[in-house]
């Protein structure tokens, strides 16, 4: 870069390569995801998010003991210590979930005995806790909140299916089981997207693993990022009806705004985490009975596809997973922090491989303002 004369400023780090990586390839123009080499598709119809989570974490498959032994550590881990619990019901009922997510996370380092050692193996174990634990504080406060009890973790159920569980408090239905697993299994990782590399950031500093989730959750929460979700089944809802969606997506355009859902840094097609949910909205659909939301998406879609399909303005995951969500009867204000409850894995996958060879972050901002301002004391300004 040398002088600023010659520096260029890349907004938004587009197409800036920051590390190598082994974890996580999104080819955006043929719109196919892997995950340390395995499709998207074969793991989410054939995998669980505790697989996912050992791939992740250790780059391979797991054999069939050591599977057992993640999917055990993970439901011995989902238990909170009272304390966290107790904080959960001391904040307000009004706390954004996510903030509430955020909150207790960090409030949970102080209790974890291995904070100081950052060991391979200790920060895999930690790896393992916090992602256990995530589960259960989004689950418990969004009990909390509603007036009920929170639930116990019950360490003999499987990740997706206990949190569905102490979120509701009633067993879930197979298929609701199964699309939880699935929407875990496509929300664990996605390469350098803005929260992993907040994460990626704030360890790069070598802070420990929990305030380098902290960092994840924070950047998690905005509406460019896993708030989208939640904005578009709003949209959605508030849109009504198939029949709504052209007037609704031209006027939204004509006004110059982003319609939620849409677009993507590095998708140039289909999202394939999309079209996977959009399938299991229609079993949900077909189980429910009434068509009307999906429709409306559908709807939506259409009307984006013939607008921006040139500018290569698809659907993303946030687009599916919010109606998938609803129709399975989760509150809007959730859907980010069950992003939250999958990407968790990735994080933590992405912080322990950029320790292999850590170097602080320290990008340049290109200086633009005054270089001779003569202080001028208070009284005489
Ligand atoms: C995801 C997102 C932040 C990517 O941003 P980006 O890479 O900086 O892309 P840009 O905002 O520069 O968009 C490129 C063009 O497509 C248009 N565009 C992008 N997303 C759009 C959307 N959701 N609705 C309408 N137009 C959109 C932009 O207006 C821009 O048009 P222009 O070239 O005429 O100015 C952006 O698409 C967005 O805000 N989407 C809505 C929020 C969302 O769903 N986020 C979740 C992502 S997984």
């Known amino acids: 870069m040398g002088t600023e004369k010659e520096a260029v400023v890349v907004k938004g780090l587009e197409d800036v390569y920051v590390k190598e990586s082994k974890l996580c390839l999104v080819d955006g123009e043929k719109g196919r995801l892997l995950y340390v080499g395995y499709d998207i598709r074969d793991l989410a119809e054939r995998s669980s998010f505790e697989e996912t989570c050992y791939l992740l974490w250790h780059f391979r498959l797991p054999g069939q003991d050591e599977l057992e032994t993640t999917r055990r550590g993970l439901a011995e881990e989902r238990k909170l210590p009272k304390d966290i619990l107790n904080l959960l019901k001391r904040l307000p009922k009004t706390t954004v979930p996510i903030d509430a997510l955020r909150t207790a996370v960090s409030a949970l380092a102080a209790y974890d005995p291995e904070l100081a050692d950052d060991s391979r193996d200790a920060n895999l174990r930690k790896a393992l806790r916090i992602t256990a634990k995530v589960a259960t504080i989004v689950a418990a406060f969004h009990r909390i909140r509603e007036g009920k009890r929170p639930i116990p973790p019950d360490p003999d159920l499987g990740h997706a299916e206990d949190f569905l569980r102490m979120l509701s408090g009633k067993a879930p239905d197979p298929l609701d ?15 350098l997207n803005a929260s992993t590399f907040g994460a990626t950031v704030a360890a790069s500093t070598l802070a ?72 299991y909205a229609k079993k949900l659909t077909q189980r429910g009975g009434d068509s009307t939301l999906l429709d409306t998406a559908s709807a939506v879609q259409e009307v984006m596809l013939r607008n921006l399909q040139a500018k290569k303005i698809y659907p993303n995951v946030d687009f599916y997973s919010g109606v998938t969500y609803y129709l399975m009867g989760l509150p809007p204000d959730v859907f980010t922090p069950v992003f939250a409850v999958a990407r968790v894995a990735g994080w933590a996958a992405h912080v322990m491989e950029y320790w292999q060879s850590n170097r602080i972050m ?8 005054l270089t001779d301002a003569a202080y001028v004391p208070i009284d005489r300004r």
């Open 208 to 279: 420990d693993l929990y305030s380098d989730v902290v960092a994840g959750i924070a950047t998690l929460k905005g509406p460019l990022h896993g708030g989208a979700n939640e904005q578009a089944v709003k949209m959605l809802l508030k849109i009504g009806s198939p029949a709504n969606a052209e007037p609704y997506v031209e006027k939204a355009l004509a006004r110059g705004e982003k319609i939620p859902g849409f677009g993507h840094r590095v998708y140039k097609n289909f999202d394939p985490r999309a079209l996977i949910l959009r399938d």
């Open 362 to 369: 320290r990008p340049l901002d290109l200086y633009v303002g």
């Open 177 to 191: 089981t199964k699309i939880m697993d699935v929407a875990l299994i496509l929300h664990a990782d996605h390469s």
